[in-house]
């Protein structure tokens, strides 16, 4: 059976940094690409960053510049480092991986941005 788990989520202030670990109960490499995905209160989920199996990464324009997305095949993890956070990073994050036709979902990680 396949289970996403993240974790890493938490209460941080404005300015810092969190990464977030989203590990697989299966062999990662089983996926064609796994992503992280966030819902603010109130708004609708959005791609934040994803990640193929061949490496190849890309991520929400707006978030490049501070959001990274990477890999441990050796450990079925996929994290996303988060730096100089915003209050409006606060969300759920939840961890997806797609291996067609499936698609499964973590139940996602809390973060939440004080000012």
């Known amino acids: 059976q396949v289970r996403l788990v993240e974790s890493g989520g938490g209460l941080v202030q404005a300015g810092e940094s969190l990464t977030l670990a989203c590990e697989a109960t299966?062999?990662?490499?089983?996926?064609?690409?796994m992503s992280w995905h966030r819902q603010a209160p109130g708004k609708e989920r959005e791609m934040v960053a994803y990640?193929?199996?061949?490496?190849?990464?890309n991520g929400k324009n707006t978030l490049k510049g501070r959001f990274t997305i990477s890999k441990d095949t050796a450990k079925n993890r996929i994290y996303l480092q988060m730096n100089s956070l915003i209050p409006e990073d606060t969300a759920v994050y939840y961890c997806?991986?797609?291996?067609?036709?499936?698609?499964?979902w973590g139940k996602g990680t809390l973060v939440i941005v004080s000012s």
């Open positions: 299966v062999d990662i490499a089983t996926f064609n690409v």
């Open positions: 997806n991986a797609k291996a067609s036709p499936y698609d499964y």
């Open positions: 990640i193929t199996s061949g490496g190849s990464i």
